[in-house]
């Protein structure tokens, strides 16, 4: 990271030296649902280090999907000679009921989840980190019209649908949620991105965004990768690892966290 230029160039170094189709089967290899996989196939073919963006929220409580399981999917993109961007979504954690607007914390919690994908073994030196808070400041012109026009499109109803948290606090649906989306597909659009990897909790915001993308008639839309989400442990009153019955565990967590000499490796 500390050398963007001389990274890249051993990006395009590697990509030469394997062929368009090792670089697809690497790709291939992250399972879950590849939407625009002909696309694929053929930007692999044409272009030696196509950008791909990763889109990730930062978080207090990061799990092993977010930590091992990212910096698996992250290390294959590099082994497929992408130029590899994370894009940190730090402007939507601001939603978040305990953590608030201070945007200084948030950037402290990714720069925390960062150092767990240093643990784990990401190929951070081939990885470029884009903070969405710092891409609103420089492009706020590109963006905010955007996700206004948007919101024009579609109706309250099925913003609503959108919303993560079925649960509603006393006040009823935040406002801001309604707005979300619209922000979450201004922030993919406005990337030159040739391919997107989400998880497949996403798929339905990916889905907007290239319905959004046919409807304004744009000529370029990335290729997409959703990676399958790990199943829900099967809860277990004898385990005392998981902070949460019948969820997951947390990178912090005593199981995860003991094993210091975890190595990821690219298969």
Not at 143 to 171: C, F, H, I
Not at 183 to 204: E, G, H, N
């Amino acid at each position: 990271m500390d050398d963007p230029h001389a990274a890249n160039i051993g990006i395009h170094r590697d990509s030469m030296e394997i062929s368009s189709e090792d670089r697809f089967a690497a790709l291939s290899s992250i399972e879950g649902e590849h939407i625009g996989e002909n696309k694929l196939r053929l930007l692999l073919k044409n272009k030696l280090a196509p950008i791909c963006y990763v889109w990730f929220e930062p978080t207090d409580m990061m799990d092993i999907e977010q930590g091992i399981m990212k910096t698996i999917y992250v290390n294959k993109i590099v082994q497929a000679g992408c130029t590899v961007k994370i894009l940190m979504a730090d402007w939507f954690l601001q939603q978040h009921f305990k953590i608030g607007t201070d945007l200084n914390k948030i950037r402290d919690i990714g720069n925390y989840n960062i150092e767990m994908w240093k643990a784990t073994g990401m190929n951070l030196d081939r990885v470029e980190l884009v903070w969405l808070s710092d891409e609103l400041n420089r492009r706020a012109v590109d963006y905010w019209p955007l996700a206004v026009d948007v919101s024009r499109k579609y109706s309250m109803e099925k913003m609503a649908s959108y919303y993560r948290n079925r649960t509603y606090g006393p006040q009823g649906l935040p406002a801001a949620e309604i707005f979300s989306p619209c922000m979450q597909v201004a922030a993919i659009l406005c990337q030159k991105a040739d391919i997107w990897l989400f998880s497949m909790d996403q798929r339905d915001i990916v889905m907007l965004a290239r319905d959004y993308a046919e409807d304004i008639n744009r000529e370029t839309n990335p290729a997409i990768i959703l990676h399958n989400n790990l199943p829900l442990l099967p809860e277990d009153p004898d385990l005392n690892l998981l902070r949460y019955p019948a969820r997951t565990l947390f990178m912090d967590d005593a199981v995860v966290s003991n094993y210091n000499h975890f190595v990821v490796s690219d298969g």
